[in-house]
């Protein structure tokens, strides 16, 4: 054995195993570095940048990595709108001769004003692409994500005489716009780069304690596709209907008739969504308008799924404007926004029960418990270019237990992720993300 602490441990004690001796001198190292990692997520929370501007978080991360003895490419990934500068970075620990292991943090935080009243609340502001001002938090969870980022990358620094390989670890922008994943992969993540055999990452769960880690094989998240579908009339006066194709009425008619997509053309047995989120139509009570504006999305796990329900859409709004005598060149527009278009997420099974038994051994087996996919979206699935890389997103704890009992217990939920009150438990949260992830990229790439 290399390590002379670790035989000493073992001549002096025959039946000390070297796992448990591995995860005990993983524990020393954690125990170490986890005051400032929770000093930097305090920073990282009351310094947030929403997606597209993530520049200064970027620069952060890459100065940490850095020193730690990662070569950096920063500012990298291009997105479809090649106006916006990528933030996105690329953090590269070579190691010997060994697998290629991809570890990703997203970085962005959200337009939402803080309410948590925590002593390191947000009072960010920025403005956002309209040029509006708004108040910007970390009501995702980004901060966490990179706070055990960091603290992975800190102990795989430490510890590169129990793995090889190369070591890949992303920080990625605009996850909460369903364009980042994109933008890495844009930019030839996979040409300048190893191209990884095994891609893994973290997302924090508003309801899960401190200290558990939620599984998902298969299907995780599902996709998101944003459709503007502009409802077209013939406006006029208030007083004089007859004279107008009313676009509102129509509209209306139109958010009911797309609710049957769901429960009369798609099998129950794929789960779909189709959510009208706005409307927006006419300036004043008496005018009659020209146009209606609904914002649509529409979730599915499966492509096919998801392209039959956009084409229910225009064929729906369609049929429905012929009914009311609309005239062929004021037939309703739908158009699909792919630019923030986001993939299911697809966790490989066979790659998922190998982190999973990784996680119970690490932290327990009452600390690894199985979840039900859900219909929230996450960019990560892109990476895995159709299941052709193993690919493992698990949930990561982030409430205090006693905070979880009580709303079991009164049938009161949580604040849900994106709440201006949703507030992580730092501490045991990034411990557990920290001891979590350096468990599964050591078994991964061990010697």
Known sequence: ????????????????????????????????????????????????????????????LAKELRGLGFEITDNFGRYRDEGRTSFGLVAVLKNGVGPTVMVRTDMDALPVEEKTGLPYSSTARTRNDAGQEVAIMHACGHDIHMSSFLGTATLLSRTKDRWKGTLIMIGQPSEERGAGA??????????????????????????????????????????????????????????YPHLTKDPIVLAAEIVLALQTIVSRENSP???????????????????????????????????????????????????????????????????????????????????????????????GKENVVKLDPVMGAEDFGAYSQNDAIPLCIYWLGAIEPAKVRKSEETGIPLPSLHSSLFAPQPEPTIRTGMKAMTSIVLDLMKR
Do not use: W
């Open 182 to 239: 994109q933008a890495m992969l844009g930019g030839g993540l996979y040409d300048r780069f190893p191209r990884p055999d095994f891609l893994l990452a973290i997302h924090d769960n508003a309801s899960l304690e401190a200290g558990k880690v939620g599984m998902t094989e298969g299907f995780a998240f599902a996709s998101v596709t944003s459709v503007d579908l502009i409802v077209r009339g013939l406006g006029g006066h208030g007083a």
């Open 1 to 60: 054995m290399r390590n002379s602490t670790a035989r000493r441990a073992l001549l002096l004690f025959p039946f000390f195993s070297l796992a448990a001796f591995a995860q005990q001198s993983l524990d020393a190292l954690i125990d170490r570095e986890l005051p400032k990692l929770c000093e930097t997520y305090k920073f990282l929370h009351q310094n947030p940048e929403i997606s597209y501007q993530e520049e200064k978080t970027s620069a952060f």
């Open 269 to 363: 047995l794929d789960p779909a969504v189709v959510t009208v989120g706005s409307i927006h139509g006419g300036t004043k009570h008496n005018i009659i308008p020209d146009d209606v504006l609904l914002q649509i999305t529409v979730r599915a796990y499966k492509e096919d799924v998801r392209k039959r329900i956009i084409a229910s859409i225009g064929r729906i709004a369609r049929g429905t404007a012929l009914a009311a005598g609309i005239p062929e060149d004021r037939m309703p527009v739908v158009k699909v926004d792919e630019s923030e278009y986001t993939a299911s997420t697809y966790n490989n099974p066979a790659f998922t029960q190998r982190v999973s038994r990784v996680l119970q051994s690490a932290l």
